[in-house]
């Protein structure tokens, strides 16, 4: 058996540092995603409607409906990558691997659907509250609030006894520091 496939808690644990620098480039990398997701959506609903996208907004029904293809593309993408290897790019590039702390292998649906939902709970109202604080004032109370209630999941990670989130914690998951493969490792023979 290869070393991926050890217990949990034989493994290294991911650092609260890499963790949170991770998060910010998963942020970065996602941002442009959504955007084309968006860019699609508005799209589709001008081809199809025949109105101005401007009227996105106005519409109650697709405004509801490009909110949901935007949270589909985003667990389509955290659950593809988590159960298929359990690394997405910016955790690739951090070497940070997600496992169950039972199995210690890739996460099933079951634990992608509960981290996926409780970390959007925690980071998901910043971006919009932010943004309605940008463009109106009454706003920047709530934006403030959303600030830290999405510090708060680091905080727990910082206190709690196994440096996990509470999106992992919940879940059954566990964050690995993936150490870096020697170059004969990574490099598969092609057979057929």
Known sequence: MTSSLQQPSAQV??????????????????????LIVALIYQGLFALLTQLPVDQLSQSRPASWGLFVALLASMLAYFGLCWQRGGQTL??????????????????GRRAIL??????????????????????????????????????????????????????????????????????AQQQQPAEA
């Open 90 to 107: 910016a955790m690739k590039a951090w070497r940070i691997r997600i496992v169950d702390s039972v199995t210690g292998v890739s996460p």
């Open 13 to 34: 644990r991911a650092g609260w540092w890499r963790r949170f620098f991770a998060w910010w480039y998963e942020i970065l990398l996602l941002i442009p995603v959504l």
């Open 114 to 183: 509960i981290r996926f939902g409780v970390a959007l709970l925690c980071f998901g109202p910043v971006l919009p509250l932010t943004f309605g604080a940008w463009h109106n004032a009454a706003w920047i109370p709530w934006a403030r609030l959303s600030l830290a209630w999405c510090i708060l999941p680091f905080v727990w990670a910082y206190l709690d006894r196994d440096r996990q989130f509470l999106h992992d914690r919940l879940a059954g998951t566990r964050l690995l520091f993936a150490p870096k493969q020697p170059r």
